[in-house]
């Protein structure tokens, strides 16, 4: 413990994030500010144990760069393997490792997150109550409100009487001197769309406002007119209405036949006004009086109050500097328009509020000094595919969704520039497949053709004739099958298959058995002999022997995997399994021969896509943006 660290390991590991995550702004100096940008990047991951938060911290540190912190983390693991493969070790002196990973999208001014849904969650508003700033966070047909600072969640959850729950579209007011929440919803028969109130204090349900719409509603904003707390609706039929939120009466008359799709709410020269989005473009504004139509108003549109805070740019939102008024560093990472963006002051400091499509809420610090580039460039997609190859110093090459490829040292994650591709561009030998990365190219009549993986944008040369026809693209892993170079193949409707790679024919006989949905396919020698692995969504993982056409039983029970791997380390067969654990990813090791856990699994930030094993048992993961380089702990390598 220092004057730049007031605070020690333990504290980190067992602290109640509630209470620390707030303090860890009371510090400034460098070494202070990166722990404290390293405690909150997977804040939301956080688990009561701490093995598993010794765990994420660890990660977080090789993504960040901060080498002292990882140090200090992991110096007190074990480096040796369990005592038995299924043994599950306990406490936290034996954990995984990571040796490093990149940081696409950590950034110091990161705040606070929190898991609102499984996916998709909007920042709806803020909202202050007794003193207490509050945000209103939508997950999927209910809401919630959250304590700004800590992210506690305050009351009950929001959810419309109606059948179904239906919230699209959230505001606030004030309704006789009390904060309310304001959202769509729909009258007990269904049919008459109401406009309904919670307290934003308690959460509590404390009126419907029926409206005159016809169907549904698209949006609710709020306003206040001579005093009186009002609501602007729009609904299906393109309409606008303005009414009482304490009585329900009209305030005006509707608006209609202007092809109104949106409207939001204002104040120009003192007065309220609406600001109407309309079906082929455009936007215009209304004086809003009461009693009288909405009429047009001359003058700009009015910007919304999140630009008064953030630019849009091509990369999503940029924040602005607080002293020049300009956008001032890289666009906040997972943020958009569409999940919701709102202004705030938490503990004297800008911040601004915000929604995404991984389910979280984020508040980002507009006052926070930039911390040094230390991270590894990541990609900017969602990293897909993974393949190490032996060129003499041992190189991953990762690809993202959007075609984009990185060649890195394996074992440091350090950048290589290669003089020629990864991959092989002459014919393959199929004693040859196991070492082999493909890419998979569809065709027509639902066929694809498999090329070998270079370390380019674009695929090598074909390995033989179009394959299937298929059920969507499928996951394929070479193998030699007795001499011939085959194709292990599982597809979306469930379907395993083995093909001949050179005649693009399907070998008999077929194998028995279903997989379910597959999402993930690998295959390996085991014990001599050649077997397949296949997981998805639909079902448990299955090893397949491939000589005898069958299933081995028991399957494993790994979850919704999205990647699978094998490796050997010291004559035991290691199948890694990665799957999507919710708005989370979860990497697992089993005994391919046995198909029994070897270790307690490790928890990712963001959901695992791929698994690569480079050798002396590192494991490389690929989550969300970034590829990590971990040993896990049941490996000695």
Do not use: Q
């Not at 990660?59 to 110096?75: H, I």
């Not at 349900?205 to 001579?226: C, Q, R």
């Amino acid at each position: 413990m220092s004057d730049d660290r007031p605070w020690d390991l333990d504290a980190l590991l067992h602290a109640d994030p509630r209470i620390l995550s707030p303090l860890l702004d009371l510090v400034g100096g460098p070494r202070a500010r990166l722990e404290a940008a390293v405690y909150r990047t997977s804040l939301d991951a956080h688990s009561a144990h701490p093995r598993d938060r010794r765990w994420l911290l660890s990660l977080d540190s090789a993504r960040w760069g901060a080498t002292d912190l990882l140090s200090e983390l992991t110096s007190e693991l074990t480096s040796e393997p369990t005592c038995e493969p299924t043994c599950e070790p306990t406490g936290e002196r034996r954990g995984w490792r990571p040796l490093w990973a990149t940081g696409a999208r950590v950034d110091g001014r990161l705040r606070l997150t929190w898991l609102e849904a499984s996916w998709g969650a909007s920042a709806e508003a803020v909202v202050t109550v007794d003193g207490r700033t509050l945000v209103v966070a939508g997950g999927r047909d209910t809401a919630s409100l959250r304590d700004l600072r800590t992210g506690e969640s305050v009351g009950r959850r929001l959810t419309p009487p109606g059948p179904p729950p239906a919230l699209t579209s959230v505001a606030v007011a004030e309704v006789a001197g009390r904060p309310v929440v304001v959202a769509d919803g729909r009258a007990p028969d269904g049919r008459v769309p109401t406009v309904e109130m919670w307290d934003a204090g308690t959460g509590e349900h404390v009126g419907s406002v029926p409206t005159g719409h016809a169907a549904g509603l698209t949006g609710v904003a709020t306003a206040v007119v001579d005093g009186r707390a009002v609501v602007v609706t729009t609904g299906w039929e393109r309409a606008v209405e303005v009414r009482d939120l304490l009585t329900g009466e009209e305030i005006c008359p509707p608006l209609l036949g202007t092809d109104t799709v949106h409207a939001a709410t204002a104040v120009r020269h003192g007065r309220a006004v609406v600001v109407t989005t309309h079906g082929k473009g455009g936007r215009r504004v209304w004086w809003l009086r009461a009693g009288d139509p909405l009429i047009p108003a001359e003058g700009p549109v009015p910007a919304p109050a999140w630009c008064d805070v953030a630019v849009e740019c091509e990369g999503g939102l940029r924040l602005r500097d607080p002293r020049t008024g300009g956008p001032s560093g890289p666009p906040i990472p997972y943020a958009s328009l569409s999940w919701g963006v709102h202004p705030a002051t938490c503990d004297g400091r800008a911040v601004v509020v915000t929604g995404g499509s991984d389910g979280r809420i984020r508040v980002w610090d507009v006052e926070a000094d930039r911390l040094p580039e230390l991270p590894l460039p990541g990609h900017t997609a969602e990293v897909r595919e993974l393949a190490v190859a032996g060129d003499g110093r041992t190189t991953v090459v990762s690809r993202d969704g959007e075609g984009g490829v990185c060649v890195r040292d394996a074992l440091t994650g350090h950048p290589v520039d290669l003089a020629e591709p990864v991959g092989r561009a002459e014919p393959v030998a199929a004693t040859e497949a196991e070492d082999l990365a493909v890419r998979v190219v569809v065709g027509e009549g639902r066929r694809v053709t498999l090329h070998a993986a270079l370390g380019g944008p674009r695929p090598g040369p074909a390995l033989g004739p179009p394959l299937g026809p298929f059920a969507g693209t499928p996951k394929v892993a070479l193998i030699d099958l007795d001499g011939v170079l085959a194709a292990f193949t599982g597809d979306r409707a469930g379907s395993v298959g083995l093909w001949d790679v050179r005649t693009g024919e399907r070998l008999a006989p077929g194998l028995e058995g279903a997989a379910g949905e597959v999402g993930a396919v690998t295959a390996a020698t085991l014990d001599g002999g050649p077997v397949g692995v296949t997981g998805g969504g639909g079902g448990p993982v299955w090893v397949w022997d491939l000589r005898a056409r069958r299933r081995l039983h028991p399957p494993v029970d790994a979850g919704e995997v999205n990647a699978l791997a094998v490796t050997e380390v010291d004559g035991l067969p290691v199948l890694a399994t990665g799957a999507r654990a919710g708005a989370y990813g979860e990497v697992s090791l089993w005994d391919l021969r046995t198909r029994e856990r070897l270790c307690p699994a490790a928890r990712f930030p963001e959901p695992v896509r791929a698994l690569a094993w480079a050798p002396r048992g590192v494991l490389l993961v690929a989550f969300g943006h970034d590829v990590a380089a971990v040993r896990p702990p049941c490996l000695t390598g």
